[in-house]
C-alpha cells in the first residue's frame, strides 16, 4: 500500500477533497493510504500557536519548527525502520512535472507532504528534515494545501491498483511529452456541432493515427517548448508530418 501523510493546519478539508471519488475508492480498497495530521495538535502552549514573528523584522508570521518537528517525528514513529520521503510544498521549490509524479510514484512507497502557510517555515525545519521541495507554478499561494492535494493526486493516481489499467494514465497528456488529443462523447450531434467522422467510423488503426497527429498540432501550437523535445523520427510520425504540412498548405 502507498503512504502519504499530509502535515497541514487544515486537515479536514484536505482530507474531505483526497476521499472522494478514485482515491478515495483506492482507499477503501487499500491500494492507497492518506492521513492527515493537524499541525497545531503538536504544539506545547495552550493557545495551540504554530507560527511567530519573523526574526529580522517585516511582516507576516513564520512557522515555528518545532510543532513540525513533532508532528513530523510523531508520523514517522508510526513506521518503524523506515524514512519517508518529506516533500515541503513551497514556491522555492522545484516546478512539478508529470516526471516528478512518475518518480515518487515508482521510487517510494511513503511520502510526508508538509504544507506552510503565513511567510513559510523555519529553514531548520527544511534543512533537517526535507528531501525535496516542490512547487506548483511562479505563483504565491496562501497554504501549501492546494499544492499537496495536486501532487497526493497526481501521484496516487500512477499507483499500481487506483486505476484500473495503466492504460488510463499511460495515453494521457504530458506521459509521452505530447498533450492528448481532443476527446468526444456522445451524442455525436451538439449545438449543431458533429463529432470528427474518423471517430464514428470503428476503424481503430485510423482513429489512432487522427489522435497522434492531433496530438501533435496541439503540443505544436500551444507547448512549443515541449514539441521540440520530441523525437518525430519514426516513419510513421513522419508521415504524420508530411500529413499535417499537405492540410495546412505547407506541402
Ligand atoms: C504565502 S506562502 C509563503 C511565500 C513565501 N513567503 C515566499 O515568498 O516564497 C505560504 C505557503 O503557501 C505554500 N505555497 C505558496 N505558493 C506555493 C506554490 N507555488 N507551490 C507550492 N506551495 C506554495 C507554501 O507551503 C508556503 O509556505
Redesign the pocket.
Known amino acids: 500500500m502507498y503512504h502519504i501523510d499530509i502535515m497541514t493546519l487544515f486537515p479536514d478539508t484536505v482530507g474531505d477533497v483526497l476521499s472522494e471519488s478514485i482515491l478515495g475508492r483506492a482507499q477503501e480498497r487499500d491500494y492507497l493510504r492518506i492521513n492527515t495530521h493537524q499541525i497545531r495538535d503538536y504544539t506545547l502552549n495552550k493557545q495551540k500557536q504554530v507560527d511567530d514573528y519573523p526574526y529580522g523584522g517585516g511582516r507576516g508570521a513564520v512557522m515555528q519548527a518545532d510543532p513540525l518537528y513533532q508532528c513530523w517525528q510523531h508520523i514517522c514513529s508510526q513506521y518503524p525502520g523506515v524514512r519517508p520521503h518529506t516533500i515541503?510544498?513551497?514556491?522555492?521549490?522545484k516546478t512539478f512535472t508529470q516526471a516528478d509524479a512518475r518518480r515518487l510514484a515508482a521510487e517510494y512507497d511513503h511520502l510526508i507532504l508538509v504544507?506552510?502557510?503565513?511567510?513559510?517555515?523555519d529553514q531548520r525545519f527544511i534543512d533537517a528534515y526535507v528531501d525535496e521541495e516542490?512547487?506548483?507554478?511562479d505563483?504565491?499561494?496562501?497554504?501549501?494545501e492546494i499544492?499537496a492535494m495536486a501532487v497526493a493526486d497526481a501521484v496516487s493516481r500512477l499507483v499500481p491498483g487506483v486505476l484500473p489499467d495503466p492504460e488510463c494514465f499511460e495515453n494521457e497528456s504530458h506521459w509521452d511529452g505530447t498533450l492528448e488529443h481532443p476527446q468526444y462523447s456522445r451524442p455525436a450531434v451538439w449545438h449543431d456541432m458533429a463529432v470528427p467522422e474518423i471517430l464514428t467510423s470503428g476503424n481503430h488503426a485510423k482513429i489512432a493515427q487522427w489522435r497522434r497527429k492531433q496530438s501533435l498540432i496541439r503540443t505544436r501550437d500551444r507547448r512549443p517548448d515541449l514539441y521540440a523535445k520530441l523525437d518525430l523520427s519514426s516513419k510513421a510520425d513522419q508521415k504524420l508530418l508530411q500529413e499535417i504540412a499537405a492540410e495546412e498548405g505547407r506541402a
Open positions: 515541503y510544498l513551497s514556491p522555492c521549490g504544507c506552510g502557510h503565513y511567510e513559510g517555515i516542490i512547487s506548483l507554478g505563483f504565491v499561494l496562501t497554504g501549501g499544492a
